[in-house]
C-alpha cells in the first residue's frame, strides 16, 4: 500500500476541517487526527503537514466575515489568525506529545531552486530532531500576482521539494468519483488514475469539491506536479475521525500515481536549469569519494571556472578535464575561489561567516 511504504509523508488539511460553516473550531477532529500523527510518528515516517485556516480563523477572532474580504485586509487577517491556528495545533498536539514547528513559504520560495535547496535541508533538520513541520503559504506577504492561493498546489510543491513520497490531500469527499454521487447512483469512486487525460479533466471540473479555495481543479494540478515528481497522491475524506488511519484500514481514496521515479525526478530537476554556469575541477582524492557517493568537499577542489550563485548547476570535471557528474553549488564561485584546496573546518575562519561543510551535497549531485 502507498501510505504505507512511504517514509516521507505530506498531509494537507483544509480550513473546512478545522472551522466549520458556523465558525465552530472542529477541535475534536484535530484531537483525532492527532493520534493519526502519533501513528505515523510510531511508524518511524517523516511528516510535514500543510494546513489552511490562517484567513478562517483570523476572520472568525476579528469577527469579519471572509467573502468580502480585499487582499490587503486578508493579509492582516491571515497575520491575526497564523498565531490562532498554531496555537490550536499546539494546544492539541502538545497534549499528545507531538513536536511541531512552523514554516510559511511563498511561491518564490518554492519555486527558486535556491531557496528551495534550502528549505529541503530545514525540512531534513526538522525530521532529524523529530519535529512535525506546520506550513502554510505566506499570505500576509505573497501578493495577488505572486500566490497560491490554494494550499493543494503549495502542498504538491512541497512534497516535490522534500522529496516526499506520497502526498495525501484530505478534502470533504472520498476522492474522484466517475459521476456525481450526491445525484447519480452509479457514480464510483475511481481508486487509481496513472493518466490525467480529458476525461478526469472534465470529471473534475464537474465535481463538487471542498468549499476551501481549490475545489477539484487545484488538486488536478496538485496531482499533476506529483506526478512529474515521483511522489504518489491521494485525495481523501478528512472530515471523519481519524482519516489516516482509514487509508491505512480500507484505502477509500483515489490515488494518483507517478509518472517517473522520485530519483529521476530529482535528477531531472537538477540538470533541468539553463545550461550550467560553472566548472570545478577536482583531485583524485575527491573523485574517489564521489565514486563511493560522497559529497564534494572543499579540500579535493582544485580548481573553479565561471561565476556562479549559491544554488546554481555546474558540472564537475576530473583533473583531465573530463565530466563526471553534476551538481547544485551550496556556495557561489567567488567563496569556492577562496575555499578550495582547504579543510572543511577552515571555512567559517576563510569566509567570516558560518556555513555549510559541502560544497555540492550528494543529494545535488548527478553523475553523468
Ligand atoms: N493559506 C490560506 C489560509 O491559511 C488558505 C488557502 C486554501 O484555502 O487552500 O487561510
Redesign the pocket.
Known sequence: MYLKDSKTIVVKI??SLLINDKKIIRDKWLSEFSKDVKKLQRLKKNLIIVS?????LGCKKLKLNKKNLKLDKSQAV?SV?QIE?MNLFKKTFGSKKINLSQILLTLEDTEQRRRAINAKRTFENLFNLGFVPVV??N?SIATTEIKY????RLASRVAQISGADCLILLSDVNGLYSKNPKIDKNAKLIKEIKNIDEKIEQIATRSIGEH???GMKTKIDAAKICQISGCHMAIANGLINRPIQNILDNNLCTWFLPKISKLDARKKWIISSISPKGQLIIDDGALNALKNGKSLLAAGIKEVKGQFNKGDHIKILDKNMVEFARGLSSFTSDEISIIKGKHSNKISNLLGYISKSEVIHKDDMVKV
Open positions: 483544509g480550513s489552511s485556516g490562517a484567513i478562517a491571515a489568525g491556528l502554510n503559504e499570505d492561493g490554494d494550499n493543494d476551501g479555495t481549490g
